[in-house]
C-alpha cells in the first residue's frame, strides 16, 4: 500500500525556525497533491500548506510569508519550511498525500503526525 512518514517536529522558541519532510513510498503511480495538516488540543484539523500539482501552492492566511512548502517530486517528498514560529503554531502536524496507486486503493492517505511545540 501507500505510507507517509514525517520527520523534524520538536521543541523550539518562539521566532525560531523548524523544517518538516515526509516522503511517502509504496505503491505510487503518482501524486496530485501533497501537504500539511495540523491539528492543535480542543481545535479541528487545519490545512496549513498544500502543493497541488499544476495548480501551485495553497497556504493557510495564519501562515503566509512565514511558511514554505516545497516538493521533491522524484523523490515523493514534501517539506515545510517553517519559520517565525509563534506559540500559536503549537499542533501536531500531520503529512497528507492525494494519491493514485498502481496496487490498492487510491485517494487520500496520511503521516501519524509530528509534534510541533513553541514555547521559551
Known amino acids: 500500500q501507500v505510507l507517509l512518514m514525517e520527520s523534524g517536529g520538536g521543541l523550539v522558541q518562539p521566532g525560531g525556525s523548524l523544517r518538516l519532510s515526509c516522503a511517502a513510498s509504496g505503491s505510487i503511480l503518482s501524486i496530485n497533491a501533497m501537504g500539511w495538516y495540523r491539528q492543535a488540543p480542543g481545535k479541528e484539523r487545519e490545512l496549513v500548506a498544500r502543493d497541488i500539482r499544476g495548480d501551485g501552492t495553497r497556504y493557510a492566511d495564519s501562515v503566509k510569508g512565514r511558511f514554505t512548502c516545497s516538493r521533491d517530486n522524484a523523490k515523493n517528498t514534501v517539506y515545510l519550511q517553517m519559520n517565525s514560529l509563534k506559540p500559536e503554531d503549537t499542533a501536531v502536524y500531520y503529512c497528507?498525500?492525494?494519491?493514485?496507486?498502481?496496487?490498492?486503493?487510491?485517494?487520500?492517505?496520511w503521516g501519524p503526525g509530528t509534534q510541533v511545540t513553541v514555547s521559551s
Open positions: 497528507n498525500a492525494d494519491v493514485v496507486s498502481y496496487l490498492g486503493r487510491s485517494g487520500d492517505f
